[in-house]
Each structure stands twice: as C-alpha cells, then as structure tokens.
C-alpha cells in the first residue's frame, strides 16, 4: 500500500486520486475527486467516502465553506517550485475553516515541508523513491517562527 | 542597529543546520539538482561562469565594524582575499567552494549575519535610505520598519516560491534615496492629516527587461497595519502573478496587466479579511524595534569652531577641500557629518573591497563612527555619524586605505554589475568599460566640472546595474555572439524617477570612452550656467546627443 507522512508519521495510506478527465463509474474505493467533477456533479454525487482535490491554478474560493463536507482536501503541486498551493492551504484552513486532512499531492519536497505545515497541511503525499522516514525530519527544520499561520495564530511578538 | 535576541539568533543558526543537511544530501546525490536549485539560490549561493557565488544579506545596508571584520575573515579564508558591494546593499563573494558555504554561513551566524533569501524566487533583502537615521530631510527612521519587514519576510511560509524575486524598499524622506519607485512595493514614510505616521504604498516598480515606475495603490497605510498590507499584496500576487513564462512572472507585469486600481482593489477585498488578525502590529513590538535605532549619545562638537577649522584645512589641502566637497553629507545633529568611503578609485570594479580595506573600514568605523558601517547601492560605504573636527583625520586614514577618491556624485562614481567578468547570465562584461571610462576621464577638474552626474552600466537587461536609472546607462548587449553596449540618456533615480531613453544603435567596447566623450561635450557646449548634465538633457533633448554621437566622420 502507498505510504505518506501524516502528523509527522509514515502510514499506508489507500485514498484514490481520480483524474481530471475521468468520466464514468468511480472506483468502490476512498477517492479523491477533482474540484471540476465535484462542481459538475455536485447534486447527484454520494460524498460518502469522498474528498477532494484541486490543482494550483483552480480557485480555492469555489469550493469556500463547502469545503467542511470533505474529510479531506488535497492541493496539487504540478511543481515543486509553484507556490500558489501554499496561499490555498492557509484560505483552506483560516477563511474557509476547513477542520478536515489537508494533504500536500504532486511534486511538493522533503525541504518544503517545514513551510507546508505552517500553511495547514497535515498529510504529505511525496514523490516515489523519498526516504519518507528521513524526509519527516524536515517538518521540524525550525523551532521558532516569526509569523502568524495556520500553526501559529499569534505572530512571535504576540506570543507569550 | 538592531540586535538579536535568543530567538532571532536560534532562526538563524537552524537555518545553517537546514542548508547544511541540505548540501550533504546535494552531495550525496539525494537531491536532484533542480530541487537543491532554489535551496541554495534562497542561501544566497549561485553558480556563476567561474565559481559559485554566495551573496550575503546586508538588511537596510547596516553593519557594524564586528561583522565587517568577519567579511574580512571570510575573504582571506574562503575566497581571494576581496568581495562586492552589490547595487542592492549586499556584499557577494566571488569564489567561495559550494561544500564550504554552509561553514560560511556558521561563521556569520556568529555575528548576526545570514543570506537568507538574498536570491530565488521570494522576497529578498529590505533595502533603505544609506542616510536612514541622521539624513537632515527625514520625517521618521525607516530601519525599524526595513527590521519589522526583515523578520516578517524571513522564511513567511506562504511566500517562498513565489512567481518570481520580491523586493520591498523604504524611504522616511520626500526625497527618494532608496529607489522606492523601482521596486515591487516602495514605501514612503508619510504624514496624514491627523498628523499620524503611515506608509504611502507604490507596487509595481522595477528595472530589468521592462522597466516600469511603481504605482500608488494607497495613499495613507496605518502603521499597524503594515504586515497585513504586505501579506494582501504578497497573496494576490502568488495566487495570480504569472507563472508560465518567467519574464511575465515580475508583479509588475500583473499590475499593468489589470491596471493598479483593479490590482488595489484585490489587494483591499484580501486586506478586509486579515487585516484585523493578530498579524497587525502592535505599539509594544513597534517601540521594542524602534529602540534600537534610538539616537546614539552625540558629544557636544562646536558647529562654528570645526567648521573654521574646516575651511583652513581646506585652504591648506585642496584634496582634502575636493573631498569635503564630493564625500560629505550633511548630518541632522550640528557638529556632524556622514561620510561617503568611496569604492570606485581607477583600476579597483566599482564596489570591491579587499579583506584589509574592511579590517581598516572597521577601525575607522570604531575610531571615528560609533563602530557602525552602512552599504549604499552606489556601492560605496558610508560612515553615517563623524564629528567634523575628526574629518580631516579620518580622511588622511581613508586615503591611506585607497577609498578616499573624492569623487562621489560624479562621473566615475559609476554603478557597474559584476557582468561578464562574473555573471553567468551578463552579455557583456562591464567592469572593461567602467575602468575603460575611469581611464578615459581621470582629469578631476574636468570630472568636478561636469558636477553630479550618474554613469550605470549593467551587463545584460537584468539591470543589476540600474542603467535606465543613470543619467548615462549602459547595457551590454549581444550581437550575433559578439558583445556590444547600447546607450541610454536621461535616467534618473531621484524622487523624479525617470527612465532612460536609448540613443541609438549600439557600439563596440573599445568605441565607448570616445562616445561618452562626446555625450558630455554636448552637454558641456550646451549647458546653461551650473545647470547639470539631467537639467540640460531635459531642455534639449535626446537629438543633439544623437547627432554628435552617430554624425559622419568627414
Ligand atoms: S545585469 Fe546581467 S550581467 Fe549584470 S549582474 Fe545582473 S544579471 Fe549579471
């Protein structure tokens, strides 16, 4: 089974991502939907054991409070170097209140990860051939911040 | 300046422990070299044409005579001996080896030093006024504001792969010393009606391949709300800057692209929903910053007995009296002065200095300057805080260590990127035709006659070398494989900001002293009595210049 790093841990993980074009019956399976098949499909679909994901370049705020009914979210990093997952990560979690998993997916690194839980994420789904184990380290690079984020609502000179 | 505290100190040194996990791992082959790219671009380390480049963090351009001291030290035992003031107050180092950088790193940690975010694709070094603090204009200090946004923007989780480089300058003057209209977001330190202090907010500025002038998107900011602010703008430029095609990817092109009120108004509608967060700053955190740029203990210097000692100096030394003239700025507490070291003598790239030329700038600073150094994007230093009655000691030192040419302001006060010599992305090199026009125009009487004027060169369109803010701009251009350099008239980078009109066809480097020559004989056949070379620019226009230069030998 596929593994990821969740909470600072390495676990199996059997959550399905559909494509973006997919069309026809989904997998008996958790699955990730794309937000597009979501919004298309949004009346006749069973979100039972559904979540969703989107990609960097789709709006964040389409999906808005809604984003609640999903245990799961997950951002897509088509590459490392594109950053706008990071802003969807915090709107995610501090404007949308979303309490559920926000799971990083694409082609997010070990040395972003640090960066990525500040946003919001919890769970990690990288690269294959990463030693996750090592790569868990990163998520502790730095033990004191400046900044307000997800993790930390008061910035470090309101922080007692 | 400001200083560390336990938990600024521990950021940094994780940081070193980060990047040196990091290059073990580059080493090891466990990183591919496209992921370690923006790993060590954002440690400030490049690989250039030669060698690897580190480029270390100068926050607002301030040191103090400590850490100039360990530059000096890193220069002799990590490099060759000299590094770089870069035309965004920085200090770069030419040669360090890449499995050496992260022992550098330790070395500047030690003095409060990193070069976090001096590169890649995030939001790099602060940049300010280099009279910030004792300039005679200023309504408020902006090193407490350049400190706030320096640790604000430190590793902001949100904003470190952005669409492309972030720079952010601040200015407390009417006046613009900091280039704030070329910049992704300018400050200006601003008064409102009410008498309180704000910022007005200019995003959109900058040179390179498409220079623009920022645009105002808010006239009064309240200071507590300055990180918010900085946050709406930095998020909508994340989720929409371009980033499809690297030279569309500036927040410039987006701003122009939607035009700046549209822009202003996302910026608003995102304002609205974090601005009243605990992100908004607070009068306690503001005074703790700002008590460490509080006024030093200034003695008591008689204004009218240094100045009498002054003149009779002068009278005695005419260097002395050129430099007085050239290298002096005026300083807001009586019996004081700002000191402009020059780095563009004949001979030396404009801005290089040597590993004993910082040990003697430190004990000058300590002698003379309460120990403190400021880099200004001239790249030249300045001793902001010299009694009168110590400058002409001062000066004899400051000549005896080579950076005492009086010539600041001037013609061969040049700004000039490392280009060819060293870049790896230049065109053409730069340092040739800068010491090529050093060479040329080395008769000092004719430099002081031709008055304040502004020569930048840089090698390639990225403008490191601010050309299309000089008064004369240089660009190194290539023809075919062959290096050439177009010539642009009539920049400049004061509160007027204005870019630079080319010439015309470009020309060959052994052809540029004899162009420049005869650009300034226009101006010198032209001119309206003390009238500067911009001034005369402007009366006349771009036509005469052209026909001098590209007139038919007969
Ligand atoms: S202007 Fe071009 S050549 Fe000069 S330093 Fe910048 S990138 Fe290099």
Redo the contacts between chains.
Sequence with gaps: MPKIIKDGKVIDDSWVIIEKDFSGELPRAKVLLPMQYWLDNKDTLNLMCAGLWLDSDEDVDTIGLEANQFPLIAVNFPTFADGRGFSIGRLLKERYEFTGQLRAIGSATRDQLFYLKRCGFDSFDLKEGIDLEAAAASLNDFSVTYQTSVDKPEPLFRRS | MYVYNE?DQ??IE??V??FRG?TDRYLAGE?AED?FL??RLQNGLYIQRLAPMLRIAVPYGLLNSKQFRKLAHIARTYDKGYCHITTRQNIQFNWPQLEEVPDILAELAEVQMHAVQTSG?CIRNTTSDQFAGVAQDELEDPRPWCEIIR??S??????????RKFKIAVCGTKGDRAAIQVHDIGLQIVKNDDGEMGFKVLVGGGLGRTPVIGSVIREFLPKEHL?TYLDAIL?VY??HGN?ANKYKARIKILVRAWKPDVFAHEVEAEWD?IKE???S??D??IN?VKSFFTAPDYQPVDDNDAEKELTKLSGEHLAFSKWLQRNITAHRVPGYAAVTLSLKPTGVAPGDITDQQLDAVADLADQYSLGEIRTTHNQNLVLADVKKSDLFELWQKAKAGGFATPNIGTLTDMICCPGGDFCSLANAKSIPVAEALQRKFDDMDYVYDLGDLSLNISGCMNACGHHHVGNIGVLGVDKKGEEFYQVQLGGSSDSDTTLGKVLGPSFGREEMPEVIEKILNVYIENRQGDELFLDTYRRIGLNPFKESVYAKDH
Aim: charged share 30%; proline share 10%; hydrophobic share 35%.
């Design positions: 938990h521990k950021i994780e940081r422990a980060q990091q990183i992921e923006p790993l694709n640790q604000w430190t590793f902001h989780p949100e904003f470190a792969f952005l669409p990180l998020r994340n989720r980033r929903n967060t605990p992100a700053l607070t306690e955190e703790r």
